[in-house]
């Protein structure tokens, strides 16, 4: 019995490995396809002239005080470009992220910025709530949202403007490296940002377009706002950014990745916290595009080769299983270079590609442990997921402010 049992639990490894097998010639294939494409766009951006470039507003909600984040917001105060406009919205006065923003404004004064505050949130997503106060005062036909926990580079805008100038697109979306706070766990999980976000990203973008978008840096259009009803329409979603993206895709408008990449820093925090942020992010993955989460199981390396090691064992096969398990390891070391180092430029993903089958293992008990409930706590509050992917805040304030802006 123990023998039938080893062997078909060595057939799983056997598919699942061949699975993880093919996605890594897949991942190494969008990668090659996606670096072409970029090159020649970085060199499109560059070629326009700085007088053509149209004027931007960037949109910056925040909530509380996060690792750098005095860094993260100067990183938009710094930007080389002709004529831009700062809006940094939260829903509190006394949010400590407001004085920071404060701080940077008298540093910066001769970059036009102002604050919005938008009191308690009327609808389920906060920071779309927010967003929508802050778009109310924005002046320009190009805007730029992007998450509080992000930094970029000086000639950000110079990168992700110039292909809106064409009518037929829609929104530009970035890709993100992950930049840890030190710590082990952080480590780990901005590894993952680094190489398995981006897998998944130049693969969908290959074989299918790009249908959706990543909310650490988005640019688009006015008008593709407000072809699919402005921002409310994705304010029942955790998941805005993935909506966003797709409902502008579905209105006729295309939606790109640049090739423009940013940070995302990350807090140091203890492993429980750390997993539970990934475990709500899968959720939302998993009600978001269900048939491609259930899919991704079969993406992960690690699982399956430590499967295979087991019923080789117990078949009597152990060199095998040590064959099966190093099949394993020496996917995900692959991947981590090609992805990490090769496509996001990440050093770290060079540095530390040892260390990515464990976070590969760690990725696939978190999908895992996603199938297993529909609630998640977000910034203060309890919610859960509906079966169309909306979500239901389990208790609001019932008071309501008037939003000011400065």
């Known amino acids: 019995m123990i023998a039938v049992l080893a062997r078909l639990v060595l057939a799983l490894s056997f598919i699942g490995l061949t699975g993880s097998g093919i996605f890594l010639i897949l991942v190494v294939l969008g990668c090659a396809r996606f670096?072409?494409?970029?090159?020649?766009?970085?060199?499109?951006?560059?070629?326009?002239?700085?007088?053509s470039l149209p004027a931007v507003t960037i949109l910056k909600p925040v909530h509380g005080m996060e690792e750098r984040l005095s860094e993260n917001l100067e990183s938009f105060f710094r930007q080389d470009y002709?004529?831009?406009?700062?809006?940094?919205?939260?829903?509190?006065?006394?949010?400590?992220?407001?004085a920071v923003a404060n701080e940077l404004r008298r540093r910066y004064s001769a970059v036009k910025s102002r604050i919005v505050i938008s009191g308690p949130p009327e609808w389920p997503n906060a920071k779309v709530f927010t967003l929508d106060k802050m778009l109310a005062l924005s002046g320009t036909d190009f805007l730029v949202t992007s998450d509080s926990d992000v930094r970029v580079a000086p000639d950000f805008l110079r990168h992700v403007i110039p292909p809106l100038l064409d009518s037929r697109l829609g929104l530009v979306t970035c890709l993100y490296r992950g930049d840890p706070a030190g710590d082990f766990w952080s480590s780990l999980e901005a590894l993952g940002m680094s190489v398995e976000m981006p897998s998944g990203v130049v693969v969908a973008d290959m074989l299918e377009g790009t249908r959706f978008a990543l909310g650490q840096a988005?640019?688009?259009?006015?008008?593709?706002?407000?072809a699919i009803g402005g921002i409310r329409a994705t304010?029942?979603?955790?998941?805005?950014?993935?909506?966003?993206?797709?409902?502008?895709?579905?209105?006729?408008?295309?939606?790109i990745f640049s090739h423009e990449f940013v940070e995302h820093v990350l807090t140091a925090r203890p492993l429980v916290r750390t997993l539970g942020d990934q475990l709500r992010w899968m959720k939302s993955t998993r009600h978001s595009r269900p048939?491609?989460?259930?899919?991704?199981?079969?993406?992960?390396?690690m699982p399956f080769?430590?499967?295979?090691?087991?019923?080789?064992?117990?078949?009597?096969?152990?060199?095998?299983?040590?064959?099966?398990?190093?099949?394993?390891?020496?996917?995900?070391?692959?991947?981590?270079l090609v992805v990490g180092w090769g496509?996001?430029?990440?050093?770290r993903a060079l540095k530390r590609c040892w260390l990515y089958p464990l976070r590969d293992l760690q990725g696939?008990?978190?999908?895992?442990?996603?199938?297993?409930?529909?609630?998640?706590?977000?910034?203060?509050?309890?919610?859960?997921?509906?079966?169309?992917?909306?979500?239901?805040p389990a208790s609001r304030q019932a008071v309501r402010e008037t939003p000011v802006n400065v």
């Open 364 to 392: 696939f008990a978190v999908w895992a442990a996603s199938f297993l409930s529909h609630n998640f706590y977000w910034r203060g509050e309890h919610y859960r997921f509906s079966r169309e992917g909306r979500i239901i």
């Open 218 to 226: 988005i640019a688009l259009r006015r008008d593709a706002l407000e």
């Open 291 to 301: 048939w491609g989460h259930i899919g991704a199981g079969l993406t992960f390396a």
């Open 343 to 347: 496509l996001v430029h990440d050093r």
């Open 35 to 51: 670096k072409r494409k970029a090159r020649l766009a970085r060199k499109a951006a560059l070629g326009l002239p700085r007088d």
């Open 235 to 255: 304010a029942d979603y955790y998941s805005d950014d993935y909506v966003l993206g797709n409902l502008i895709w579905k209105a006729g408008y295309k939606v």
């Open 82 to 98: 002709p004529e831009y406009e700062l809006i940094i919205g939260s829903r509190r006065a006394d949010d400590p992220a407001i």
């Open 305 to 336: 080769g430590i499967l295979g090691l087991v019923a080789a064992i117990l078949a009597r096969m152990p060199a095998m299983g040590l064959w099966l398990l190093g099949i394993a390891v020496l996917n995900r070391i692959v991947q981590s």
